[in-house]
């Protein structure tokens, strides 16, 4: 199968292409680099640089006939989204559009969209459903929920296929320190140094945290599932707070960590655990990286 991995030179997109690769799948990555890099880049996958929003991205999927798309290519940072709310809606929103204009107009076969915890918001009743109220309380949140309503009306009127993955906290190699998983790579980079860690808080706040490789699986069981136009949480279903996390990094580092408390950060969800029940059932999907183990990779990838 012939597939384009959108963010393909990105954290997480290039473990979802390295998966693919292992799969025997022809990969193609399009990429604007301008928070992904060219070291990320697979040596087996075909590299375009490419805006998603560019009117060249048509030409493209009709040059290359793509079988499948996954579409990790976004603005991912909430203080961002807050800061340029038209920024986060032009690459999120729009950007996606354009792909989905290209997706429907040469028959992809089926759209992977990569969305987020954040579409929740804040939510008493853990761990969070699919079916769960999404109330976002930042633009990042709100345009990736508004684009999950774009991929069911395509379907709706153009018949364009889609899977939903709404991830938690992703983390691991490779991780740059933006995005909503972003505070594991700051915070290793800050240990090894023998630098305090700063947390937004009170420390506990809680967090549902990933392994990117079990992020990759389940983008690539997308692909085949016989199931359509469903959404489906990505996670471990386990809340860990930020205290702790910061402990178990300090185990796995074998050092002392100084924690600094500072004031919570606007837009950030104070709690989240989201439930995997559907993915495990309809995607033959789980989580497989105990997160010691996941921490260890991570601090030992990044010094």
Not at 24 to 44: A, R
Not at 193 to 209: K, Y
Request: net charge negative; hydrophobic share 40%.
């Amino acid at each position: 199968m012939k597939v384009l991995v959108t963010g393909g030179a990105g954290f997480i997109g290039s473990h979802v292409v390295e998966k693919l690769i292992q799969e025997n799948c022809q990969v193609v990555i399009v990429d604007n680099l301008s928070t992904g890099l060219m070291e990320n880049i697979h040596k087996e996958a075909n590299f375009i640089k490419m805006d998603i929003r560019s009117p060249e991205l048509l030409e493209l999927f009709l040059e290359e006939k793509f079988d499948y798309v996954i579409h990790l290519a976004a603005q991912t940072m909430v203080h961002k989204s807050l800061e340029l709310p038209g920024y986060d809606c032009d690459v999120n929103v729009l950007g996606t559009v354009n792909l989905l204009e290209a997706c429907r107009k040469t028959t992809v076969k089926r759209i992977v969209f990569s969305s987020t915890a954040a579409v929740y918001g804040d939510v008493t009743m853990l761990p969070v459903l699919e079916t769960s109220p999404t109330v976002p309380t930042s633009f990042y949140g709100l345009s990736k929920l508004t684009c999950e309503k774009y991929l069911a009306l395509y379907k709706k009127v153009y018949g364009l296929d889609y899977v939903v993955l709404r991830y938690a906290n992703v983390y691991g190699e490779r991780q740059g320190d933006g995005g909503e998983g972003g505070v594991i790579s700051i915070f290793t980079r800050k240990i090894h140094q023998g630098e305090p860690v700063t947390i937004f808080g009170d420390g506990s706040q809680t967090r549902d945290f990933i392994y990117v490789g079990d992020i990759a699986t389940a983008n690539y069981q997308s692909l085949l599932t016989v199931h359509s136009g469903d959404i489906y949480n990505v996670s471990t279903q386990t809340e860990i707070d930020v205290n702790t996390l910061i402990d178990s990094m300090g185990k796995v580092s074998s050092k002392a960590v100084t924690k600094i408390y500072s004031q919570p950060r606007d837009g950030d969800i104070y709690k989240s655990s989201l439930s995997n029940a559907a993915a495990k059932q309809q995607l033959n999907w789980q989580p497989s990286m105990p997160l010691l183990d996941g921490l260890a990779r991570t601090y030992q990838s990044l010094i």
